[in-house]
């Protein structure tokens, strides 16, 4: 949503404060549905704003729209909230005017607000639809509310994370991959075979596409069976360095 007083210029530049309808409004609805909620300009997370923005706009359960003024910043992240989660999004919008056009087909909750600033009267008439409109979304069972998720098979959702979170992983698994050397070196001599050294690389690329915590442990576990082997190998050949 817009922050703060900005003019509204489908109602030719009026200003409207959008912090009396966060206050009054959007925070108590969030409230009747047992949300926790942020919003960006309250963040004081360090570091790019678009990282933290992008990481809410995928990970929330909910997301909430206000569409008055037609804000483009809104539009966009609207976009990518569609793009990246079949539910729950709830849409909101100021009495007067027409929805926009690639947004007619979906629900919007209507508030009215005759000056610049809503009011209490004006908030608790808007209350009742959106409280229930927000209960309906944070449900398990919730509809998708996506027209991109309504129109294509999009399974599985796609998982998406920091590319920064990605290298950290993988540049600490490299270390473990760098025992591929010692592998070929005793597969030469009749050591482990290259189908366990190519498991291995094979182990290390995988960590990159794959970085849930679950599947971390696994591929960790697996490299650690790997390496026990070629170091039982190396004591069985007797081989006179440290095989600790």
């Known amino acids: 949503m817009p922050f703060g007083s900005k003019r509204d210029h489908t109602r030719n530049g009026m200003q409207i404060d959008f912090d009396s309808i966060f206050s009054r409004l959007i925070v108590p609805a969030l409230e009747d549905a047992d949300l926790d909620w942020s919003r960006a300009d309250r963040s004081v997370e360090a570091g790019m704003v678009h990282v933290a923005m992008f990481r809410d706009l995928l990970g929330a359960d909910v997301v909430l729209a206000d569409l008055t003024t037609e804000n483009g910043n809104v539009a966009y992240e609207l976009g990518l909230r569609h793009a990246l989660r079949p539910k729950s999004t709830v849409l909101i919008r100021r009495e007067g005017g027409r929805a926009l056009f690639d947004l007619r087909v979906l629900r919007e909750c209507r508030y009215a607000m005759e000056d610049t600033t809503l009011s209490d009267a004006e908030a608790a008439a808007a209350l009742p639809e959106l409280c229930g409109t927000l209960r309906q979304a944070a449900a398990v069972d919730a509809t998708s509310d996506s027209p991109l998720f309504d129109l294509f098979e999009i399974d599985p959702v796609p998982t998406v994370r920091l590319r920064h979170q990605v290298d950290r992983v993988v540049e600490e698994l490299t270390r473990v991959s760098r025992s591929v050397d010692q592998f070929e070196r005793l ?25 849930d915590p679950a599947s971390i442990r696994s591929t960790r576990f697996r490299i650690g069976s790997l390496l026990r082997e070629h170091w039982a190998l190396r004591r069985r050949l007797g081989d006179p360095r440290n095989t600790r």
């Open 187 to 211: 597969a030469r001599v009749g050591g482990l075979t290259a189908n366990k050294v190519t498991e291995l690389v094979a182990l290390s690329a995988e960590v990159g596409a794959r970085l």
